[in-house]
């Protein structure tokens, strides 16, 4: 008995970590195709006073078609289907950490175009600027770590 | 509007959001990268290996990406040295203070219709669009 249920637990642990690799590969896929790895084509969106990309629009308007026309009927399931609950947000209420975080968040998307997904995504290419950037980043993840502690 | 590239925006877009609906289903997990990166840093054991992983199929999709297409990935740098950590830091920062970024909030909170995560989307698009236009138009800092 207990080696069939030791192997059940393997079996989720298997699908569990196919799922999560899969999903990373089709966000970095994404991510790629859409151009959002490249910070031109984002700063091209930001700046709507020079020669406006609009494509980012395009990227967020495919990307929430799939998920709000999908997301309701998942979270109706009683759990997902490699764990015993979906991992949800609490938080319901707006806050000045959120505001705050949002707003530095937008402004150092502003000056480099490089968001954390683009970033690690373009890291492989070991392009030096991305490198610099994820490293900065990676210390601003660990300040704020230490801020809130 | 001459790089507009609308069609693989909106395929790239499909994909971004697939790979969320999947992690949701199968993991219960939000595919936000800034909450999966900053989790990668602080947490243990299974906690830390499945955010690895999702952090290593991102990378793994540039590498595939490179050995099956004949278009080589276009990264145009944005940014002084300086300023590209300076962005940096705010980035990490901001993100781990505003619980996500693009994508939690962006792609998995506008779906689930979060107040929260349309605040902050909102908001970080508003900074972005403010703060090219002091950088490149005010300032003319742009590389």
Sequence with gaps: MSSVKEQNSHDGMFAHSAVTLVSGVLFGLGLI???MVNPGKVIGFLDLAGDWDPSLIFVMGGGVTVTTSTFWLVLRRERPLFERKFFLPTKADL???LLMGAALFGIGWGIGGLCPGPAITALATLDPSV????????????????VAE | MENFTPVSALIGGAFIGLSAVIMLAGNGRIAGISGILGGAI???????????????????ATLLYQFASSSPITIETQASPE?????????????RLGSGCTSGHGI???ARFSKRSFAATVTFMLFGFITVYVTRHLLELGV
């Design chain 2, 83 to 95: 300023l590209l950590v300076i962005a940096g830091l705010l980035v990490g920062f901001g993100t």
């Design chain 1, 131 to 146: 490198v610099l950037f994820v490293g900065a980043m990676l210390l601003g993840m660990v300040l704020q770590n230490l």
């Design chain 1, 95 to 97: 806050d000045g950490r």
């Design chain 1, 33 to 35: 195709i859409s151009g």
């Design chain 2, 42 to 60: 602080s947490s243990r054991g299974d906690e830390r290996r499945w955010r690895i992983l999702f952090l290593a199929g991102l990378l793994i």
């Design chain 2, 108 to 110: 998995c909170g506008i």
